[in-house]
């Protein structure tokens, strides 16, 4: 009998000895220092080796890889019993993630084997990644695992995909610290609202642009069969307000692609201009404002020459692939044919003053409102001749959102005295074009102008307007071109 209580006494004191054992390993974090002891005496008997995945490549491009590397290990569990981890504001305002920080290192396992990332930096101030793996398991999971990156972050990727907006920095002389550790491009989060359902553009337009951007997406084999790349450039023209920057969020929103916004005064010279193309990433739209502006600006360190290589050069064969190029300008009558032809640019868009279907777009979006009885006196004014752009329409009725009626009076108050004049304007020089002549001259409008500012009641005027306003009815389903030449 006293040989059992013994015994017992015996397991109780043993199973107190172990349960104090783990108190103080978990407790106290001992158990961590252990398994990494035992990892590093396991690690002194096998052969191990290294492959570095760098932030960019010799050409200074972004290493694709290198983003689905660190969208992959920012996604494991393992990455919370790190030694160190970096916490951040996740999309939503409770949402908090972990991020890889420098010199961070993760365990990873595949197919049964253990692997190793290293957070590592240059001596320059470049990133990378280094994997550690045994030779023995090198030859079984190597490309295996390599294929499990790829389809887990394009997954991810895919999911949380966070629009972002590029823009150019410095030049490319700049001894700046942060420049050359960056690169050129400073990025911030794109949340720009507009997308294609509450631009205010023709619907037909509309629906011919997401049609021809929805086969660009789906045209990768076919690209790669004509021996071309794969890319797609757009010239956005029009006046100052009329939507073009709101149409290439649009097309932004609907690709989900990053936008990277070139500013040409920045640029030193045509080989910083490549440079940066170069360092632009695969699915983005790459935007270049007011060209014509700059194309024709007295003193610019960038040639003809290197704009045109930017837009369809042999560069373009070497930066990534799957790009939607962008270019907008005030009007395209003085620029060079050869920056517009076919191939350069793809798709020719026109962004007219406002009219009257454009009103009642902007009447709903802004208003809330389908119909008015004000609208008839609207259309009235609009078929006279008076024009206003969306931007200073949109103004208005935002000023006056609170009462659609109110908004609506200062749209006619609006076009009656800033609109009148401009409509005359815009619609003298259309006269001009279509007759195969050049742009009149202020002196050529200026006395119609004056009539018409000083009242319009003369009978030259009205004879103006009336003819304006044939011409604008049976060109109206004309007014923005679309060109989808190959």
Request: positive net charge.
């Given at each position: 009998?006293?040989i ?24 106290t974090?001992?158990?961590?220092m ?14 191990s ?16 890889f ?10 494991l569990?393992?990455m ?101 550790k ?38 990768k084999q ?5 021996g071309?790349?794969?890319k ?33 005064s ?98 709903s979006?802004y ?16 078929q006279?001749?008076s024009s ?6 949109s103004?208005l ?41 050049s ?9 119609t ?11 030259a005027v ?9 011409l604008?009815?049976?060109?109206s ?6 060109d989808?030449?190959?």
């Open positions: 009998m006293g059992l209580w013994d015994s017992v006494l015996l397991l109780l004191l043993v199973g107190v000895l172990l349960f104090l054992v783990r108190v103080v390993l978990f407790k974090g001992l158990i961590f252990v398994k990494k002891w035992r990892r590093r005496i396991v690690d002194l008997f096998h052969v080796q290294f492959y570095k995945v760098p932030e960019f490549n010799e050409n200074m491009q972004e290493n694709q290198y983003r689905k590397v660190c969208a992959y290990l920012n996604s569990v393992s919370e019993d790190s030694d160190f981890t970096n916490l951040f504001t996740g999309k939503k305002s409770n949402e908090i993630v972990l991020r890889f920080d420098r010199n961070q290192i993760i365990d990873d396992e595949f197919l049964g084997a253990r692997v190793c990332w290293i957070n590592g930096e240059d001596d320059d101030g470049t990133r990378n990644f280094v994997l550690k793996i045994r030779r023995a398991d090198k030859r079984r999971i190597l490309r295996p695992y390599l294929q499990h990156i790829h389809t887990v972050s394009d997954e991810l990727e895919q999911r949380n995909r966070e629009l972002k907006l590029f823009m150019n920095v410095g030049t490319a002389g700049n001894d700046d610290a942060t420049t050359k960056n690169g050129r491009w400073k990025s911030a989060p794109f949340t720009h609202p507009c997308t294609f359902d509450n631009i205010a553009m023709e619907a037909d337009l509309k629906n011919k642009v997401k049609s021809d951007l929805e086969s660009f997406l789906k045209a076919y690209y790669n069969r004509l071309r790349v794969w797609r450039s757009y010239l956005l023209y029009g006046p100052s307000g009329t939507g073009k920057s709101s149409f290439v969020a649009a097309m932004a929103n609907f690709l989900n692609y990053d936008v990277y916004d070139i500013d040409l920045r640029v030193k010279d045509d080989s910083d201009l490549k440079m940066l193309l170069l360092q632009t990433t695969s699915r983005s739209v790459i935007v270049v404002e007011d060209l014509d502006r700059f194309l024709s600006a007295k003193s610019t360190a960038l040639s003809l020459s290197g704009i045109l290589n930017f837009t369809d050069g042999i560069l373009n064969s070497c930066a990534a692939d799957e790009r939607i190029m962008v270019f907008t300008m005030t009007g395209k009558d003085q620029i060079d044919p050869a920056v517009l032809r076919p191939g350069r640019v793809d798709v020719h868009i026109h962004f007219p003053l406002c009219d009257f279907t454009a009103f009642k777009t902007l009447a979006n208003l809330g409102v389908k119909d008015h009885k004000l609208f008839p006196q609207v259309e009235e004014i609009f006279n001749g206003l752009s969306p931007a200073e329409i103004e009725m935002i000023a006056n959102r609170n009462s659609p009626s109110r908004a609506v009076k200062a749209v006619i108050s609006a076009l009656q005295t800033d609109g009148d004049r401009r409509g005359i304007m815009a619609m003298g020089r259309r006269l001009f074009l279509d007759n195969g002549s742009s009149p001259t202020a002196e050529e409008l200026g006395e102008s004056g009539l018409l500012c000083g009242g319009g009641g003369s009978p009205k004879e103006f307007r009336k003819l304006y306003g044939l604008r009815i049976k060109s389903r004309k007014s923005q071109s679309f989808l030449a190959p």
